[in-house]
């Protein structure tokens, strides 16, 4: 018989970790302590912008028309204990207030609130991204508490999904770890990614520490590629460089790679900048703080690009301030195909700017309402021309596909200065060079 799946808490992770568990073909039960959220996604709607996950959804839960129906919905703990064969947990962990380390109360909630109703055997399988060391402890929490005894065991499965790639990168995994601690735990994971292993997806079997850190591990290696490419942007520019041909040209040695070389105003986001602010703390709690003192340097370097987009903006402005001037800001998320402004490094710029006197107005196309919740004293535009209209500078700070199919020709008939900052390295500089604007992103030639 087919295993019986749960998935607990349905933010960004879980809804498409439970949506994903449809597709595969199992039966699956999601709860959330949010109602709202629950009757969102029962209706087929997610609470945030995922290319294909609503129309996932809608093929799989259950009361929508043409529906599989094999997912469901409740907030009945009981319910969830006496349903599962493997229960993931996928709330998330966010920055303590105030400090570097990760606040695990969600997850010690969910595991305190689930353990006591695991009366038969069953796996519970943490995916959200905890400090290293979590794993032990929340299995001791589970031992303690489960009425199954050693029946209700933990793995540790962490989950390297991309936002706006979310249903792809679940559903295709390029691999997945899990940190087991017997082969029942084992067997039953292969049973769950049986799919995506028969399509190639390896699997990493391991311990609990080891499973925890190769998220941790691999989210620094990313910041640090950005943060890497950033600081040669700023030695190109002090050296009139070109950072761009630069990646290009390193990223051919295939050891290095092309990919997260984009140099720009830096990574933000829900994941990067919290995790590796959380695997410092954690180190520190080690004793192992001298290894990841790199990480400092690699967030300073990231914070520091928002700020020289500031001054790269000013300085093409005429170097003064920026009282009076006209602050056209195309892009608000983090990343394109995501309505996430959370530490969103364009946002960051775009407030910059007005709290030192510049009129900004933002145009982005998921992200406005987020932003206007965030940011509600920026000027805000329905399109990217009505934003551009009338600026004496244009600023590109989020990479969509919509920005950089933007026609250049058009634009400049409603811009009061056609002069344009690539905070991405994402746009044609010739293409608008030759409809006569000023083109200029960090790291490159002026000219
Ligand atoms: C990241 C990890 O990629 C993912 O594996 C993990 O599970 C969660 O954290 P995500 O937060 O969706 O995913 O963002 P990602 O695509 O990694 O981009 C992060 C930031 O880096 C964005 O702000 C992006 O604009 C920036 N970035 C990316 C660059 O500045 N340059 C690049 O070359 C690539």
């Not at 540790?156 to 940190?179: C, K, M, Q, S, Y």
């Not at 080690?286 to 370097?301: C, H, K, M, V």
């Amino acid at each position: 018989m087919s295993l019986k799946i749960t998935v607990i808490g349905t933010g960004y992770l879980g809804a498409t970790h439970a949506a994903a568990m449809a597709e595969l073909g199992f039966e699956v039960l999601a709860l959330d302590v949010v109602k709202e959220k629950i009757e969102k996604l029962e209706r087929g709607e997610t609470p945030m912008y995922e290319p294909g996950l609503e129309d996932l959804l809608r093929r799989h839960v259950a009361g929508i028309e043409g529906s599989t129906g094999r997912l469901r919905f409740t907030q009945d703990w009981a319910e969830v204990g006496a349903f599962g064969d493997v229960h993931f947990v996928c709330v998330n962990t966010p920055q303590k207030h105030g400090e570097y380390a990760c606040d695990m109360s969600y997850v010690e909630s969910a595991i305190g609130s689930l353990a006591p109703h695991l009366t038969r055997p069953a796996l519970v399988v943490g995916k959200s991204t905890v400090p290293v060391g979590s794993a032990d402890r929340l299995a001791a929490t589970i031992a303690g508490l489960a009425p199954a005894g050693a029946a209700a065991e933990l793995a540790w499965n962490p989950e390297f999904l991309r936002e706006g790639f979310a249903v792809d990168d679940t559903l295709h995994p390029d691999r997945i770890v899990v940190g087991v601690r017997s082969e029942r735990a084992e067997k039953l994971l292969r049973e769950v990614y049986a799919t995506p292993v028969g399509e190639g997806s390896p699997f990493v079997v391991t311990d609990f520490p080891t499973a925890e850190l190769v998220k941790t591990a691999a989210n620094s290696f990313l910041a640090t590629k950005i943060s890497f490419i950033n600081a040669m942007a700023e030695v190109c520019e002090a050296a009139d460089g070109d950072v761009a041909k630069l990646a290009e040209a390193i990223g051919y040695d295939d050891r290095i790679g092309k990919k997260f070389l984009r140099a720009g105003i830096g990574f933000g986001g829900g994941c990067l900048p919290k995790d590796i602010r959380a695997f410092m703390a954690r180190a520190g709690e080690l004793g192992a703080d001298q290894a990841l003192t790199f990480l400092r340097e690699i967030d300073s370097i990231n914070m520091r690009q928002r700020g020289q987009m500031v001054e790269l903006a000013r300085e093409a402005l005429g170097g003064g301030s920026f009282l009076g001037k006209r602050v056209a800001v195309l892009g608000a998320t983090f990343k394109p195909d995501s309505d996430d402004v959370r530490d969103s490094p364009a946002l960051n710029v775009a407030g910059q700017i007005h709290l030192q006197g510049g009129q900004v107005t933002v145009y982005d196309p998921k992200g406005m309402e987020n932003a206007r919740r965030v940011f509600p004293t920026l000027g805000y535009a329905d399109s990217a021309l009505e934003a551009v209209r009338g600026a004496d500078v244009v600023l590109h700070l989020t990479e969509w596909r919509e920005f950089r199919e933007l026609d250049p020709v058009e634009l400049g008939e409603v811009a009061t200065t056609r002069l344009i900052l690539d905070g991405r390295n994402a746009l044609d500089p010739a293409l608008w060079r030759a409809a006569g604007w000023t083109y200029r992103a960090m790291g490159r030639p002026t000219a």
